[in-house]
């Protein structure tokens, strides 16, 4: 058969290496004689597991690589680049989510038949699934269970995770990319008689009517985020200036200029409820395996999954955000100049 610039003809199965994937699942059990015919839906499902992670590394490093730029044109390739790949990951993440109805036809039985002879492993030590959550944003310092977390790895695979920590993560590198977006704090006029300056005083003014009675503690955090930078709380993963950005684009995404960013946050954000989704469907699903055994892996088992579920999500500053939305109707009227600039116009009409 002929190929294209004479190359050797590619056969599926050795183009794929086959022979090392099908030939990677050996039971533990088989080698102790024991019967245990689930081990190796147990192992197949882990190891495509291991797969998904790995592409949706790949696609991490791809978006990195495109916020790494100083500048990232909203005209050109990137955004929209990045926006796909993102939502591929999404994807990939509902996967995995699905993929548990899988894993859940597996009994209790089935799986007491060969579990013991799985110890100390555990799905615990996916360094991949560790490398993700460090891609992504989450530190060493946030995470649940640290001494845990230590005595578990070895010393190569926590030095695995550590490097993609000392990456930028992609938290940090949307923070830069929100900072870097002018419109939410530059001066325009505001009113008729032409004053320049920012959005914020008028926001203000609207979130304050919005408030129900019971929502007005809301005011206090409202001003501290968006309003006075000297009270803006430590040891928060965004900016202020990222902070306020990201609030305007979720607020105006109806105008062109923002669909893209907007759909940015929204699939970062899907993102992490998918991994949130993830974790919920393994925790029920440990419930029902071991009930409340400690797991192979030697930690509490769902009582430590629950309490990691809850610590681990990354753009939860991002999604707290809703709770500074306003329906469109009271939202402030933009500046004629700044609906200008938000549209798909020539340099010229603006
Ligand atoms: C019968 C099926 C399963 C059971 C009973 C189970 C049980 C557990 C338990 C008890 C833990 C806590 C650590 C420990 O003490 O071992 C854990 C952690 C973990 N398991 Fe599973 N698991 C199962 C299937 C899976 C599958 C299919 C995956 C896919 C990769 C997976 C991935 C993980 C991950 C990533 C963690 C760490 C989660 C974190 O630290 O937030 N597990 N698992």
């Known amino acids: 058969m002929k190929t294209i610039d004479n190359r050797p003809p590619v056969y599926y199965s050795n183009y794929l290496q086959l022979d090392k994937i099908l030939g990677a699942q050996a039971p533990e059990s088989a080698k102790e004689g024991a019967e245990a015919p689930d081990e190796m839906l147990f192992i197949i499902i882990h190891q495509a597991y291991e797969l998904w992670f790995k592409q949706m590394l790949h696609e991490l490093d791809y978006v990195r690589a495109i916020f790494q730029k100083d500048q990232i044109e909203n005209s050109s390739p990137d955004i929209y680049n990045a926006l796909h790949r993102l939502k591929r990951v999404q994807t990939i993440v ?8 899988i894993m859940e036809t597996m009994t209790p039985l089935d799986f007491l038949d060969f579990r013991d002879f799985l110890r100390p492993a555990s799905g615990f030590q996916s360094i991949q699934f560790k490398m993700i959550e460090a891609a992504l944003g989450l530190q060493y310092d946030q995470r649940h269970g ?8 070895s010393e190569a695979d926590i030095q695995r995770v550590k490097d993609q920590e000392s990456k930028q993560s992609l938290l940090s590198l949307i923070e830069q990319w929100l900072e870097r977006m002018p419109f939410a704090d530059a ?28 929502d007005e503690g809301n005011l206090a955090h409202f001003d501290a985020l968006f309003i006075q930078p000297e009270n803006y709380p430590a040891g928060r993963s965004l900016s202020a200036k990222a902070t306020r950005s990201a609030l305007f684009i979720m607020l105006y995404r109806d105008y062109p200029l923002l669909h893209l960013p907007y759909e940015i946050l929204t699939a970062l954000l899907s993102i992490d409820h998918g991994l949130g989704m993830w974790r919920q469907r393994h925790i029920n699903m440990v419930r029902m395996t071991i009930g409340n055994r400690a797991g192979t892996g030697g930690s509490t088992g769902a009582d430590y999954l629950r309490k990691a579920a809850e610590t681990h999500f990354i753009f939860k500053e991002l999604s707290e955000l809703t709770s500074y939305l306003l329906p469109r109707q009271m939202l402030p009227k933009l500046p004629e100049a700044l609906q200008k600039e938000l549209s ?7």
């Not at 509902?94 to 109805?101: G, I, N, S, W």
């Not at 325009?188 to 008028?202: C, D, I, L, V």
């Not at 798909?344 to 603006?350: I, K, Q």
Request: proline content about 8%; overall charge negative; glycine content about 4%.
């Open 187 to 214: 001066p325009y006029s505001w009113n008729p008689s032409g004053t320049q300056e920012a959005f914020w005083p008028h926001y203000r003014d609207a979130y304050l009517r919005s408030l129900s009675d019971a």
């Open 344 to 350: 798909f116009c020539t340099p010229e009409a603006r």
């Open 94 to 101: 509902a996967l995995t989510v699905q993929q548990m109805d």
């Open 146 to 153: 640290k001494g845990y977390y230590l005595s578990q790895l």
